[in-house]
């Protein structure tokens, strides 16, 4: 019986009512296939920078540096500037961790509301490549003249060889083992002088060993037009971490409501744990009523399936939720539904466990 420790961090608002859900449904997927998961909580959040003055402890990244995963919800809290949930957790897992890809699948599930008109489940399904750990967002920069009327900010933006063509690699990776084989990359090296050139020479040189994958490249202000208008050209769309991060919260809102969409940031080589974390935040508008959408959890569940090699539980996980949305009324209000949040995450785990 295959055992994973999974570090566990539910984090604030709604990431914490989500979470319940999440473990709920892998715990079915899990009994199906002979899986055992031990599940380790970790309390890091704002609530808790609030009393302490930290998100984690400071031996934090030590105490979950041996786990399989981390399966994260949501941190974020009004009044605690985003800065800190960012800088104080979310980035030291990701950077320590070398999560240097930010993987975001976008598809259009069968009963789900798209804004885009006439856009049917098949046409939209494809994946977003971040590079999650360097780019333009670095901590080089600061303030010239501070206060005076000469005030200069500047931020660096950092491009290795090493950062770039990993992300690349994974990207190109990915497409070899899908249908259509294609990636596009996300530029402007029309703009952005320096680096977004580096960037597309290095995307033609990896180009070059992956004959069998087609590519195309799009400044990044024509490519989110483009996901809008014609969301079936894409296949695997690779990004810098900000054009990246900027794509992977464009597309999910092509599939509906922001509340599905599932994140992993990986580390392919599997030398450190990965994280699996919805894209939604903790959405304090909503917190503590119970109507938050779990699937963006639950889906980040299959993705973490997929990453430790469980790729039977994982897609058992998928059609659980598949089914849910395409054979009943079951859903959150965001959805257009009445369900609570337990509720849908009942009916998922349910329609696991039934799953032949
Ligand atoms: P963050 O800065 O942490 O990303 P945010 O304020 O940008 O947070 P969210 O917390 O994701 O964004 O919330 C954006 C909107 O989407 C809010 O109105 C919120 O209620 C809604 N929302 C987010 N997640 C869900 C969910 N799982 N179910 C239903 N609605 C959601
Ligand atoms: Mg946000």
């Excluded at 952005?192 to 069998?212: G, L, N, Q, S, V």
């Excluded at 894409?234 to 809102?253: Q, R």
């Excluded at 897609?315 to 959805?335: G, I, K, N, W, Y």
Aim: with cysteine; glycine share 10%; charged share 25%.
């Amino acid at each position: 019986m295959a055992k994973y420790r999974i570090a566990v961090i539910p984090g604030d608002g709604i990431g914490k009512e989500v979470m319940d859900e999440g473990i709920r449904v892998l715990e079915v997927a899990g009994a199906r296939y002979g899986i055992e998961f031990q599940w380790d909580h970790f309390d890091w959040s704002c609530e808790l920078y609030k009393q302490t003055g930290r998100m984690m402890p400071e031996d934090g990244l030590d105490q979950i540096a041996d786990h399989d995963a981390i399966f994260l919800g949501a941190v974020g809290f009004p009044g605690v500037p985003d800065h800190v949930s960012l800088w104080g957790l979310l980035i030291p897992i990701r950077r320590h961790f070398r999560q240097y890809i930010n993987l975001r699948p976008v598809r259009l599930l069968h009963g789900v509301f798209s804004p885009l008109a006439n856009r049917s489940p098949g046409e939209i399904d494809f994946y977003i490549v971040r590079e999650n750990n360097e780019g333009e967002y670095s901590e080089i920069g600061g303030r010239l003249y501070a206060g005076t009327d000469e005030e200069v900010a500047v931020q660096e933006s950092i491009f290795t060889r090493k950062g770039v063509d990993r992300a690349l690699k994974y990207a190109f990776e990915l497409a070899q083992q899908r249908h259509r084989k294609h990636v596009t990359s996300a530029t402007k090296s029309n703009g952005i002088i320096h680096t977004m050139p580096y960037w597309d020479e290095r995307f033609e040189e990896m180009a070059k060993a992956y004959p069998d994958v087609t590519t195309d490249k799009f400044h990044i202000d024509i490519l989110t037009a483009h996901f809008v208008r014609n969301p079936d050209w894409f296949d695997v769309v690779v990004g810098s971490n900000l054009f990246g991060d900027i794509l992977s919260d464009l597309g999910p809102a092509a599939t509906g409501t922001i509340g599905i969409a599932p994140s992993a940031n990986l580390n392919p080589e599997k030398e450190y744990p990965s994280m699996f974390e919805p894209v939604h935040g903790s959405a304090p508008d909503i917190a503590g009523k119970g109507i938050a959408n779990p699937i963006g959890q639950i889906w980040s569940g299959a993705m973490m399936l997929d990453h430790l090699g469980e790729t039977d539980a994982a897609r058992l996980v998928e059609r659980a939720f598949e089914t849910v949305l395409a054979e009943s009324e079951v859903r959150t209000p965001d959805m257009g539904g009445n369900a609570t949040t337990q509720e849908f995450g009942y009916a998922i785990a349910e329609s696991a466990a039934r799953m032949s």
